[in-house]
Nanobody, 123 residues
Framework: QVELVESGGGSVQAGGSLRLSCTASGLRLNDYTLGWFRQLPGKEREGISCTVWADGTAHYADSIKGRFTIYKDNAKRTLYLQMNSLKPEDTAIYYC????????????????WGQGTQVTISS
């Protein structure tokens, strides 16, 4: 079955950086779009970045554009999210997601989700 396992969350001060990782198994990656959603405290889940694994096409939500970078390592079957210039409002649970269809246009919920990793940014 499809499994997405995130790592790399933690606590940092505002202005700092973190890198999230997501190792995928049980799916043919070139057939999928993978990405990241997050859930801020008391809010709905929101899509923030995604990439077409086959060609690297990437998309970002306005809230994180210019600060976060999504990239992948084909050999390791791992998706990354480099997060720089972190702000307290980035505090959230971050989820790795995957779907056969592109979901970056309207950020509808993808089919597959990881368990989530907590990111906490202090001021």
């Amino acid at each position: 079955q499809v499994e997405l396992v995130e790592s790399g969350g933690g606590s940092v001060q505002a202005g700092g950086s973190l890198r999230l990782s997501c190792t995928a198994s049980g799916l043919r990656l070139n057939d999928y779009t993978l990405g990241w959603f997050r859930q801020l405290p008391g809010k709905e889940r929101e899509g923030i970045s995604c990439t077409v694994w086959a060609d690297g096409t990437a998309h970002y939500a306005d809230s994180i554009k210019g600060r976060f970078t999504i990239y992948k390592d084909n050999a390791k079957r791992t998706l990354y999210l480099q997060m720089n210039s972190l702000k307290p409002e980035d505090t959230a649970i971050y989820y790795c997601v995957a779907d056969r269809s592109w979901f970056g246009s309207a950020w509808w919920p993808p089919k597959y989700w990881g368990q989530g990793t907590q990111v906490t940014i202090s001021s």
